[in-house]
């Protein structure tokens, strides 16, 4: 998208470098990147940063509407609504595949989410690649709205951690160290001081929760949540002190309740100029063409029960069509030259933080690349040039 600085990143580009960013991403922290990290960040273009940047703003803009709350209250399952819910996400992420349109290069919205993502681990990114890519000067960033990486930093510690001290704050998750994701949990250790633990690892005495550490019980007082609502109901063998449905004295980093109400749930209900047509399973209009649509579970991540080829006979077999969408298919781009000659297409998520006290905030973002069908690690094996990264903009 900047094509000065791709020809020369990829003249640049070199097997031996991108071993070494390989190297420092995963010897820096105690546990290593269980996923695999695409050989190049995107440069993006002063055009495409100020269109995605205007087109997630505008998303944001329709999830505070009085018109999306009445939407979002059907959204959480009977028997998982947790209590003290926030008036906000914490953490809010959209999610677009980047296509061609006309001509040129523009966003579409794919899916989004009221749960964090990956915001430590995109710092220790960023850093592996402009060690190893001497084509990535410093005037080369992925933040947004003025901010920098302490700024950065500061506002992830202002909400999760705020006036707590650390160690009185958890990363809460299902055995985190087996978590293909644990490299976030440790980047995030290591810029705040919060420690992952395992939801087994709680104990619950009246309201108030408790950890062990180093022979230590030290009391919960903020919990930056990370369990997935999806795993946790297929993990019916994990035993814990505390059930999400329980009143307990701490404050929720954010509140579990978000990740149902903004997500794929959200999806019919957006309707913008960089969305696409979507339905509940059970709602889908007559005299549409299945084929140009994307069957999709409401609340799965990466990529789980997703049909790329949804018929008549598969939607009959739903049980719950309503816990389903059908969404209209995009075409990704392929905008990405790689020195095989082939090239990759992105999917970009626009990360922000939406502070208790303030407004929702775009901070950073997050890519995943793909040469196959979908953006996950089955459709992608044996190539080269995809998995996760990041965009760089200046300015």
């Known amino acids: 998208m900047h094509p000065e600085l791709r020809t020369r990143f990829n003249a640049e580009f070199t097997d031996e470098r991108y071993a070494e960013l390989l190297r420092v991403a995963n ?13 190049t960040p995107l440069f993006f273009s002063p055009a495409f940063t100020n269109e995605v940047q205007m087109a997630a703003n505008e998303i944001v803009a329709q999830v505070r509407t009085p018109e999306f709350a009445r939407h979002a209250a059907t959204a959480i399952p009977p028997g998982l609504e947790v209590r003290d819910e926030t008036p906000h996400p914490i953490f809010l992420q959209v999610d677009f595949a980047i296509c061609e349109q006309n001509g040129r290069l523009t966003p579409r919205l794919i899916e989004l989410q009221g749960f964090p993502s990956l915001y430590g681990f995109q ?8 060690h190893a890519y001497p084509a990535i000067s410093a005037d080369w960033h992925p933040f947004f709205g003025g901010l920098d990486e302490h700024a950065y930093v500061e506002m992830l510690r202002k909400v999760i951690v705020g006036d707590a001290d650390p160690e009185n704050v958890v990363l809460l998750e299902i055995e985190p160290e087996k978590q293909n994701t644990r490299i976030d949990f440790v980047c995030t250790e290591t810029l705040l001081g919060v420690r992952p633990v395992c939801l087994t690892e709680v104990t619950r005495r009246d ?3 408790f950890y062990q550490y180093e022979g230590r019980e030290i009391r919960i007082e903020r919990i930056y949540n990370r369990v997935i609502f999806d795993e946790l109901l297929r993990r019916p063998d994990l035993n814990f002190g505390f059930s999400f449905q329980h009143h307990v004295d701490v404050t929720w980093v954010g509140h579990p309740n978000w990740y149902f109400r903004i997500s794929k749930h959200s999806l019919p209900y957006l309707k913008t100029e960089h969305t696409s047509r979507a339905f509940f399973a059970d709602e889908f209009p007559t005299g549409e063409k299945l084929d140009d649509y994307v069957l999709k579970p409401l609340y799965s991540f990466a990529g789980l029960g997703v049909d790329l080829e949804p018929d008549e006979e598969k939607l009959h077999a739903l049980a719950d069509p309503h816990a389903w969408i059908l969404q209209e298919k995009v075409n990704y781009a392929d905008f990405v030259p790689t020195p095989d000659g082939l090239r ?7 990360m922000f933080i939406w502070p208790e006290d303030g407004e929702p905030q775009l901070v950073n973002n997050l890519v995943r690349m793909s040469q196959g069908a979908m953006m996950g690690v089955k459709f992608n094996k044996n190539k080269t040039w995809v998995g996760s990264s990041i965009a760089l903009h200046q300015g």
């Open 27 to 39: 010897e820096t922290e105690r546990w290593p990147v269980d996923f695999r990290i695409s050989e």
């Open 207 to 209: 309201n108030d929760l």
């Open 123 to 130: 710092i220790l990114l960023l850093h592996s690649m402009r």
């Open 344 to 350: 990759s297409k992105a999917e970009l998520r626009m």
